[in-house]
C-alpha cells in the first residue's frame, strides 16, 4: 500500500484508506497521503485534525466529519435514486456503481491480476523448449505471472526452503527433481536424496537416482562415497588458467543433494551432511549443489548449525514459504508470513518476489 501511495499517481492509481484510529496507519503511509477527512471517532482524544471539533461531533449523525483545514462537513450518500433510506444504502450504492460503469467512454480496466492458489507442471515451459540457460523453471513469479528459473549450476549453488508443515517443502521438493530430470540427462544431472520420512520415495528416475538415503546410516554412507568423488573433483596445482576457466579438469554430472525435513537430520549424536562443509563454497568447480528443505518453527536458533551457516554465508537463494514472523528476520530484512500452500518469497542478491511454486502431489510421483 505504500508503494501505490507513493507511485500509484504516476500509473493513474488513486489509494483510498479507511481505519478506525490514526494509529493505525504506518507513518510512511499517512506521509504519502495528501487528503484527509476525519468522521466521527470513539475517543475524540485521538484527532489529528482537531481534538475540539472532534468532540464536538460526538452527537453528530452519520456522515459528519472534519477536513483537513478544521471545516465540518456533511458526506452525501452514495447513490443516486433519491431514496434517503439507510437500510437500502447496499443497494443504492450497487445502483450507483452500475450507472457509473455504464456510462463509462472506455472500456473497463483490466482486473488485477492475481497468483494462481495451484501451478501444476503442464502450466510451465515444455522441457523440450529452450530456457535460454536459466535452469529448472519453479513457479511463477507474482510481478509478471511468468516462470521464475532457478539455476544452481549457475551462480546461485544452493537453496534453503523453510515453512511449517503443509506449507509446501516436499511439494516443491516433488517438483524440483521432477523438472529437473525432465530438462536434463542422466550425464549431465544426478541426484542424491536424503528422506527420513519417505516424502520423496520414488520421484527420481532410476537413470537420475545417485543414491536414496532413508536413515542416519544410509545418509551417513552416501554423503561419504559423494565426499570422496568431490574431492577427486578438486583442481590440482598443475592447471592452466585456460583449464580452470572451462572446468575441463574433470567430466561427470552435477551432483544435486536434496534434503527433506532437514530438523530431523540435523541430531545431537552429529550431521551425516557435515563432511561436505568445506566443499560448499567450492560448489561450482566440483559440481555440487544442496537443496535443504527445514520446517520454519526454530530456525532463528538452527541458523547457527555449521552446514546451514555455510550455505547462508555462500548468500544461497532462500525460499520463504508460510510460516510464523515471530521467527525473526532469517533472509537479510525478510521474514516468515502466513501464505498459502506453496506460496512464499524467493529471496536472492538481487531481491526478493513472491511466487506459487509448482505442485507435485504424491499421487503423480514418478
Given at each position: 500500500m505504500i508503494d501505490v501511495a507513493r507511485r500509484g499517481l504516476g500509473f493513474g492509481v488513486h489509494l483510498v484508506v479507511a481505519t478506525g484510529r490514526w494509529m493505525d496507519l504506518r507513518l510512511s503511509l499517512k506521509e504519502a497521503v495528501g487528503g484527509r477527512y476525519e468522521l466521527r471517532l470513539n475517543d475524540p482524544i485521538e484527532s489529528e485534525i482537531d481534538r475540539k471539533g472532534a468532540q464536538a461531533l460526538a452527537a453528530a449523525g452519520p456522515g459528519r466529519g472534519l477536513t483537513r483545514d478544521k471545516l465540518i462537513f456533511q458526506a452525501g450518500m452514495p447513490r443516486i435514486d433519491g431514496d434517503d433510506d439507510p437500510l437500502t444504502l447496499p443497494s443504492g450504492a450497487e445502483q450507483l456503481v452500475a450507472a457509473v460503469a455504464g456510462a463509462c467512454p472506455f472500456d473497463a480496466v483490466p482486473a488485477v491480476r492475481l497468483l494462481p492458489e495451484v501451478v501444476k507442471a503442464d502450466e510451465l515451459p515444455d522441457p523440450a523448449d529452450s530456457d535460454g540457460g536459466r535452469g529448472v523453471p519453479i513457479g511463477l513469479s507474482e510481478a509478471d505471472l511468468e516462470p521464475v528459473y532457478l539455476d544452481l549450476a549457475g551462480p546461485e549453488g544452493h537453496l534453503v526452503v523453510l515453512g511449517d508443515s503443509q506449507s509446501g517443502k516436499t511439494s516443491f521438493l516433488r517438483g524440483y527433481a521432477q523438472s529437473l530430470c525432465a530438462r536434463q540427462s542422466?550425464?549431465?544431472?544426478q541426484i542424491l536424496v536424503v528422506d527420513y520420512r519417505r516424502g520423496l520415495l520414488e520421484?527420481?528416475?532410476?537413470?537420475?537416482?545417485?543414491?536414496?538415503?532413508?536413515?542416519?546410516?544410509?545418509?551417513?554412507?552416501?554423503?561419504?562415497?559423494?565426499?570422496?568423488?568431490?574431492?577427486?573433483?578438486?583442481p590440482g596445482a598443475d592447471l592452466t588458467p585456460a583449464q580452470l576457466r572451462a572446468r575441463s579438469w574433470w567430466s561427470g554430472p552435477e551432483i544435486y543433494v536434496l534434503v527433506d525435513d532437514y530438523d530431523l537430520v540435523v541430531s545431537p549424536s552429529g550431521n551425516p551432511l557435515a563432511p561436505l562443509v568445506e566443499l560448499l563454497p567450492q560448489a561450482r568447480d566440483v559440481g555440487v549443489h544442496l537443496l535443504l528443505a527445514r520446517r520454519s518453527g526454530g530456525i532463528s536458533r538452527a541458523l547457527f548449525e555449521p552446514v546451514l551457516a555455510r550455505v547462508r554465508e555462500l548468500n544461497a537463494p532462500h525460499l520463504l514459504l508460510s510460516g510464523d514472523p515471530n521467527e525473526g528476520q532469517i533472509a537479510g530484512p525478510y521474514r516468515m508470513t502466513a501464505q498459502p500452500p506453496g506460496r512464499g518469497l524467493l529471496v536472492r542478491r538481487a531481491g526478493a518476489a513472491l511466487v506459487q511454486t509448482t505442485y507435485a502431489p504424491e499421487a503423480e510421483l514418478v
Open positions: 542422466p550425464a549431465d544431472a520421484v527420481v528416475p532410476a537413470t537420475h537416482l545417485r543414491g536414496y538415503a532413508g536413515s542416519a546410516v544410509a545418509a551417513g554412507t552416501e554423503v561419504g562415497r559423494l565426499r570422496d568423488d568431490l574431492v577427486a573433483r578438486l
